[in-house]
């Protein structure tokens, strides 16, 4: 019971605590990249509507510019993909699917695994409509990515610079065309993020943290197996918190970044 009184309070107190609190002049940064991305997809489908997935994806970054003084040139291991996921399609046109990927990150410090290491759940709604050679998707997907390095404290509020778990959902609609007597399917979607869980001290309302476009062609080889070219473009936006604890203030640094992808995938399905 006491401890429930204590959350209570602190939850009272915290919104008057953060008001004592300055925040400095925001900050900005924007970055332009540009990246290489190859990957295996593996799907088993069984006649009850049944879905099993294995994937692998790997990226490495090619060019990236913060500013003009702060340039990088040539491939680098920035972060892998490895995803396990179940579907489920209980009727034509509407499927289910939930799954757990683990992310790997290149550019943190490889000596703890906390740093490198991140977790990822998610759980999707999938509608599909087939016209002639045609195809259309509208996908919601929940997300939640859990960190495992160190988070830091600000004591006098009693809150986290970041969280530990970040929500999303991500809204995707994509459109397909099966080339008639070909065996060449030409696609693109667009999608959507959007934070869950804004974290308080960067202002706690949500926001579209991301909008992806690609386009691509799968090409299929054999009857099980196939590969797809593509081109992505991702609009990146982040609100990065710093907390300075001896002047009692709180920068915010408005995060921009605007990424170019291609890449390759192998796909086998049975």
Same mark, same amino acid.
């Given at each position: 019971?006491? &401890? ?59 060019? %990236? ?13 920035? &972060? ?8 489920? &399609? ?11 990927? !683990?992310?790997?990150? %290149? ?10 290491? /991140? ?12 016209? %002639? ?5 509208? &996908? ?40 008639? %007597?070909?065996?060449? +399917? !030409? ?17 706690? +309302?949500?926001? !579209?943290?991301?909008? /992806? ?10 009857? +099980? ?46």
């Amino acid at each position: 019971m006491r &401890r429930l009184v204590f959350c209570l309070l602190s939850l009272l107190f915290i919104p008057y605590s953060l008001y004592a609190w300055e925040y400095e002049s925001q900050d900005a940064t924007t970055t332009l990249s540009a990246q290489i991305r190859v990957g295996a997809d593996f799907n088993k489908k069984w006649h009850n509507g049944l879905r099993l997935g294995i994937s692998e994806e790997l990226r490495f970054p090619m060019y %990236g510019v913060i500013s003009p003084a702060n340039t990088n040139f040539g491939p680098s291991f920035g &972060r892998s993909y490895t995803t396990l996921s179940l579907g489920y &399609r209980p009727i034509e046109y509407f499927k289910i699917d939930a799954g757990y990927s !683990l992310k790997i990150l %290149g550019n943190k410090d490889w000596t703890d695994v906390n740093e490198w290491m /991140r977790h990822r759940v998610f759980f999707s709604l999938v509608g599909n409509y087939k016209y %002639g050679n045609w195809s259309f998707s509208l &996908r919601e997907r929940f997300l939640t990515e859990i960190r495992m390095d160190e988070i830091d404290l600000h004591t006098a509020t009693g809150l986290y610079e970041k969280n530990r778990a970040d929500w999303q959902l991500r809204s995707k609609v994509g459109v397909s065309y099966h080339v008639f %007597g070909k065996p060449v +399917k !030409l696609y693109a979607w667009v999608e959507l993020i959007n934070t869950l869980n804004a974290n308080v001290l960067s202002g706690g +309302k949500q926001y !579209l943290t991301s909008v /992806r476009a690609q386009v691509g062609v799968k090409w299929q080889l054999t009857a +099980k197996s196939s590969l797809d070219f593509f081109y992505r473009f991702t609009y990146g936006y982040d609100k990065d918190v710093n907390v300075h604890a001896k002047k009692q203030t709180i920068t915010l640094t408005e995060e921009t970044d605007f990424q170019h992808a291609i890449g390759i995938t192998y796909c086998f399905d049975w």
